[in-house]
């Protein structure tokens, strides 16, 4: 369905956030590897969270799905998870696939799962997933072992034959905390060590909850910016309580939206401020963002938590490098609006990771600024804006991209007339209750 949004006469209140959409996918993962039972509170309740809970169940585990608690976030959800381990889970009898639906994450980490389980298991997915490159996974899988196929150029359904796998040392050529949280995964049930060595630091959930979950893993952050994580393999231990704190990738988008209204003061309870996905906060604040953080105690998530204020600004061009893209690869749309409006030149560059996503998003984001009136520039995998602009309405394609629908609808707040987002329900892939919290801060149309 499309939907019309118009400019907001104020960005003003308080929103809490869908829980993060990464550390909610591992929570489950982590659960069925485990023994034992564990009650995820504030799990995003999106359709890519979703996905993974039907894998996880589809393999043998025990997954329920349970009423919300009357102090829950909006769009969370609660998961029970009871597994007899990995040990214990079996392919899907008769050769039925796993469904992935349109989450590339679910394949990615599913596909370390499934290669430590005995039998062969078929992921698949939605049509979009299909059309994404799933070789990155593949390759590492084989080198370990394992018996790994897909389409035409490893593109979904996969096929992959369980067990044997062994310890590897990989470096991948392009920087993806999928693809680590990938062979991690299978590393736990491989004969040997296996040591990923990344050229630049990506988001370490992964690293985190399986320390916490008692796995021997070591992290350490190169001085060129790259990191190097070893792991000997082992069971993990459950963890009876997991809570998941708000997703700082949704927060970026009210952080870019209040910063270009000129009536904006936004409250944002809980995010995590986890060091590898914060950067979208300080490249926002190098750019002349007014942003606010308050800590605060950690409710056993093993991450960093905390409330964010931000208030109108007047934004400025920076230069954005690909180490920068690694640390904020699922911001960059929301960011390349803060960019056309912003007073000066943009540079995003290296961002060639997100033609890899539900979409294009090089060409979507510059398609549909321009379509808003922007100005972007494409330049291979790199992205320039003059700024100074301002949306001025239009019908731009989302390209059933969520991050995407959600970029066009606060160019839509912040902008100088009505944006027609033709995909509307997209957004609850990652944020269910996104245009509900709009029209509840928007407080009214200017």
Not at 4 to 21: H, I
Not at 306 to 335: K, M, Q, T, W
Request: charged letters at 20%.
């Amino acid at each position: 369905m499309s939907r019309t949004v118009r400019p907001a006469a104020r960005l003003r209140g308080e929103l809490r956030l869908p829980g993060d959409k990464s550390i909610s996918h591992r929570a489950l993962l982590f659960a069925a590897i485990a023994v034992g039972e564990t009650l995820i509170i504030g799990a995003g309740d999106g359709h890519d969270v979703r996905s993974t809970a039907g894998v996880i169940g589809a393999l043998g585990a025990e997954v329920e799905r349970l009423p919300a608690a009357p102090d829950d976030a909006p769009g969370t959800a609660r998961w029970r998870v009871r597994s007899p381990g990995r040990d214990g889970l079996r392919a899907v009898a008769g050769g039925g696939g796993l469904d992935c639906g349109n989450s590339g994450t679910t394949m990615r980490l599913g596909a370390g799962l499934v290669a430590g389980i005995t039998g062969t298991h078929r992921l698949d997915g939605d049509a979009s997933l299909r059309r994404r490159p799933m070789g990155r996974v593949l390759e590492p899988l084989r080198a370990m072992g394992v018996a790994a196929s897909g389409g035409g150029r490893d593109t979904a359904p996969l096929e992959i034959t369980g067990g044997g796998l062994k310890g590897i040392s990989w470096s991948p050529a392009t920087p993806s905390a999928q693809v680590k949280g990938c062979v991690l995964i299978a590393g736990l049930a491989a004969t040997g060590e296996t040591i990923y060595t990344e050229p630049i630091a990506t988001r370490d959930h992964s690293e985190r909850m399986l320390v916490a979950r008692g796995a021997a893993l070591t992290r350490e952050v190169r001085a060129d910016g790259g990191a190097v994580v070893t792991l000997r393999p082992g069971a993990l231990r459950a963890i009876p309580t997991v809570h998941v704190p708000g997703d700082p990738s949704s927060a970026t988008f009210w952080l870019v939206a209040a910063s270009l209204h000129p009536d904006a003061d936004l409250t944002i309870r809980g995010v995590s401020l986890n060091p590898t996905r914060r950067h979208a906060i300080d490249l926002l604040r190098r750019m002349g963002a007014n942003i606010d953080e308050t800590p605060r105690a950690d409710d056993g998530s093993g991450e960093p938590i905390g409330d964010l204020r931000v208030r109108s600004a007047a934004l400025h061009g920076a230069a954005i490098s690909p180490a920068d893209v690694a640390l904020a690869i699922d911001e960059i749309p929301a960011l390349s609006l803060a960019a056309a409006c912003a007073t000066g030149e943009t540079t995003i560059r290296g961002a060639g990771e997100l033609r890899a996503k539900e979409s294009d998003r090089i060409a979507g984001i510059a398609d549909g600024l321009t379509a808003l009136g922007l100005v972007a520039h494409v330049n291979g995998d790199d992205l320039s804006f003059p700024g100074g602009g301002r949306p001025v309405g239009g019908a731009p394609e989302a390209r059933g991209d969520h991050r995407l629908a959600m970029t066009f609808a606060i160019a839509a707040a912040v902008g100088a007339a009505p944006v027609e987002i033709d995909d509307e329900g997209s957004a609850a892939v990652s944020y269910p209750t996104f245009f509900a919290d709009l029209e509840r801060v928007a407080g009214g149309v200017a």
